[in-house]
Nanobody, 119 residues
Framework: QVQLVESGGGLVQAGGSLRLSCAAS????????MGWYRQAPGKQRELVAA???????NYADSVKGRFAISRDNTENTVYLQMNSLKPEDTAVYYC?????????????WGQGTQVTVSS
């Protein structure tokens, strides 16, 4: 099992910045992906950004150039720096950890942290 603890959400005005953190613990594997998803009311959960243990990143088009994902492998922690926030970024943000066990992918989720951007 892997446990994820998120922090850093809150209320910010449009144009502001927030930084989310997510610390993983438990049965961590050296090769894994970590990322952030978000879910707004009435919408499906969507990928915001992801990063592999090797440092390769992937971003949703809507956040490219504004958000930056990074990780500290020694601390098993992933960060999401969110700049130039917009009201449409308002959502619950979930941390995700994923690793492969033989042919199966195992996903673990944080409890979610609310990000609210006021106009």
């Amino acid at each position: 099992q892997v446990q994820l603890v998120e922090s850093g959400g809150g209320l910010v005005q449009a144009g502001g910045s927030l930084r989310l953190s997510c610390a993983a613990s438990g049965s961590i594997r050296s090769i894994n992906d970590m990322g952030w998803y978000r879910q707004a009311p009435g919408k499906q959960r969507e990928l915001v950004a992801a990063i592999t243990s090797g440092g390769s990143t992937n971003y949703a088009d809507s956040v490219k150039g504004r958000f930056a994902i990074s990780r500290d492998n020694t601390e098993n922690t992933v960060y999401l720096q969110m700049n130039s926030l917009k009201p449409e970024d308002t959502a619950v943000y979930y941390c995700n950890y994923r690793h492969r066990v033989f042919m199966s992918l195992h996903d673990y989720w944080g409890q979610g942290t609310q990000v609210t951007v006021s106009s």
